[in-house]
Nanobody, 126 residues
């Protein structure tokens, strides 16, 4: 059974940092494209950043650029999302998702991914 488990979400103050982890079980992420997405209350789920099997990265345009960094460690079967300089508007549930890599850098949209984790809550507040 393919499973993704996110962890690392927490309550942090503005300007703080977090590192989210997305661990896979039941399959190897080596040949998968993996993406991080987020969903704030009352809003649609949106892409944050995606990484393909070769390490190519797509960052969703917007206020997250330059603050969030995706990386992968295939030896640990895990993909990470480093969150720096957090703002209150970054408060959301963060999800990771995976889909077999097809050799192209994804646009990093929700519809491109088929296997999803349950999410981890990130709250940025003073």
């Amino acid at each position: 059974q393919l499973q993704l488990v996110e962890s690392g979400g927490d309550l942090v103050q503005p300007g703080g940092t977090l590192r989210l982890s997305c661990a896979a079980s039941g399959f190897s992420l080596d040949n998968f494209s993996v993406g991080w997405f987020r969903q704030a209350p009352g809003k649609e789920r949106e892409g944050v950043s995606c990484i393909n099997k070769s390490g190519g990265i797509r960052v969703f345009p917007g206020s997250m650029m330059g603050r969030f960094t995706i990386s992968r460690d295939n030896t640990k079967n895990t993909v990470y999302l480093q969150l720096d300089s957090l703002k209150p508007e970054d408060t959301a549930v963060y999800y990771c998702a995976a889909d077999p890599d097809r050799g192209l850098l994804r646009r990093c949209t929700v519809t491109e991914y088929t296997t999803w984790g349950q999410g981890t809550q990130v709250t940025v507040s003073a």
